[in-house]
């Protein structure tokens, strides 16, 4: 019904209009067969007409001669006057039979009995005024030879011959009154084969468009109430069923994407419950670390161990910044911009890492710096972001690979791209996302939503792109000044 659905009103309407044609079709059958049989009707009752006016002329004309011979032999005065008589009878027979007669066989037929007629009338008064004048059995004799093997024998074989061609005209009428019956019949079966048909087809066709769909609108629902929200009802049917179902589905979506975001915030509250304890449970040991690295900066320490101790307390202290800024993920950010440099942002977070990257002989290639790469932001949710991200790409890094890092500026943004040989990412991660799938056995999945954040409040932009020669491509987009009263 991929071919266009019809709707329940287009199909209403198709439906109205066939039956409205069978309709049509019953009663124009009806009519024709009707008209079929007035038609053979009427034609019966001319044939018959025309046997009955036959028989008629046949039987005045023999009564015609009756009255004849009672005049010349019986001396019946009265018997000449019935003789006229029913020779207009007879003439008026005559009259009526060609009205009657449509074919030209059987006007023929008719003129040629009515001639012989004629004939009949012209000559039989003669014979008998001759009769009359002899009055000997010889002429009696030959009168009655003449008349009965002449005259009479003559109309006889005319008539025979009309009363053939009428009978034959009633065997065509009866051959033609069957055949109009059987015509008829058919033509009264193919409304009612249609009818049946309609049936059939609107029986198959509710059923597939119909009941179908809707037993499967059914299941989808029952499905997605019992939770199963990634079954779809088929969007297949009328027009109507196909939009509850399409409905349907985007309901169900909706709902997943309601989940999802439910698991999500679930989890981030659980990790709102876990992070303050670890970051607790990380800064005390900090502080020890760091109060013990003060209370070893002695002036009479060499160089080396100084520059070692004051090392160990910088750590610590960009270690208490980032619990600090991942503490403040659970919250609305609030970032300190302060003047500062991306290069600076850059080596800062790369400190951490480099015990890291020797281990696993990754190269560094980092960008030719410009003179200046001045920046307004806030150096330490920045430093953090980039400090993860690049963590994550010495993690996804095989041995002796490569880590580029390059720079793009324009007057008002700066490009950073950061570009590694490792596996892929197996997701593309979503900015909407409050936490992402992790690779790492130990992982959170909060990094790169952390990343998202971060460079939102601070008006820039994140993009993560495959390689097409292997790896990730990470773009970070930043503004060179952070105006925290637009963003």
Same mark, same amino acid.
């Given at each position: ?21 069978? !309709? ?69 027979? /005559? ?92 033509? +009264?079966? !193919? ?18 468009? !119909? ?18 929200? *990634? ?83 910088? *750590? ?25 440099? +991306? ?6 977070? +790369? ?12 190269? /560094? ?70 936490? *992402? ?14 990343? /998202? ?27 060179? *000044? ?6």
């Amino acid at each position: 019904m991929l071919k266009k659905n019809k709707s329940l009103k287009d199909l209403l309407l198709i439906h109205e209009l066939a039956f409205i044609l069978l !309709i049509i079709l019953a009663a124009t059958a009806g009519a024709i067969g009707i008209h079929l049989w007035e038609k053979s009707s009427q034609e019966a009752s001319r044939i018959s007409l025309l046997v009955t006016e036959v028989q008629q002329t046949r039987g005045d004309l023999y009564r015609q001669m009756k009255e004849l011979f009672d005049a010349y032999f019986l001396d019946d005065s009265g018997a000449r006057a019935e003789y006229d008589n029913f020779t207009i009878t007879v003439e008026a027979h /005559f009259v009526q039979l060609k009205k009657i007669t449509v074919s030209e066989a059987e006007k023929a037929a008719i003129n040629d009995l009515h001639e012989n007629y004629k004939k009949f009338v012209i000559e039989t008064p003669a014979l008998f005024d001759q009769y009359q004048a002899t009055n000997s059995d010889t002429v009696k004799h030959a009168l009655n030879t003449e008349i009965e093997t002449g005259l009479f024998k003559r109309y006889e074989e005319i008539l025979a011959r009309t009363e053939k061609l009428l009978n034959q005209k009633q065997i065509e009428l009866d051959s033609q009154l069957k055949a109009s019956k059987r015509t008829s019949v058919i033509l +009264l079966i !193919i409304p009612l084969v249609l009818a049946v048909l309609l049936l059939m087809f609107s029986r198959i066709f509710l059923k597939r468009a !119909i009941v179908k769909p809707l037993n499967d609108v059914l299941k989808a629902t029952s499905e997605i109430s019992a939770g199963n929200l *990634t079954h779809k009802a088929p969007e297949v049917g009328i027009v109507e069923l196909a939009a509850v179902s399409n409905a349907i589905n985007d309901m169900a979506d909706k709902l997943a994407i309601s989940q999802e975001t439910l698991v999500r915030t679930e989890k981030q509250a659980a990790q709102g419950l876990l992070v303050p304890m670890l970051a607790h449970n990380i800064r005390n040991p900090l502080a020890s670390i760091r109060a013990t690295a003060q209370v070893m900066d002695d002036p009479e320490h060499d160089a080396e161990t100084r520059l070692s101790l004051r090392g160990i307390i910088d *750590t610590v202290d960009r270690l208490e910044r980032w619990t600090g800024a991942l503490l403040a993920y659970l919250l609305p950010l609030k970032p300190q911009p302060e003047d500062t440099s +991306l290069q600076e942002i850059v080596n800062g977070a +790369l400190a951490p890492l480099q015990q890291k990257i020797k281990e696993k002989s990754i190269r /560094f290639i980092l960008p030719n710096w410009p003179k200046t790469t001045a920046i307004y932001t806030d150096q330490h949710l920045l430093e953090q972001v980039i400090y993860n991200l690049i963590l994550n790409a010495i993690d996804a890094s095989s041995k002796n690979s490569t880590i580029e890092i390059t720079l793009k500026a324009t007057p008002t943004k700066y490009t950073l791209l950061l570009l590694d040989q490792g596996c892929g990412m197996p997701f593309t991660p979503d900015p909407s996302a409050m936490s *992402t799938p992790t690779t790492k056995r130990f992982g959170t999945g909060i990094g790169i939503p952390f990343a /998202f954040k971060v460079c939102d409040v601070l008006a820039g932009e994140l993009k993560f792109e495959m390689r097409h020669e292997g790896g990730t491509a990470i773009t970070i987009l930043l503004p060179k *000044t952070l105006n925290l009263s637009v963003n």
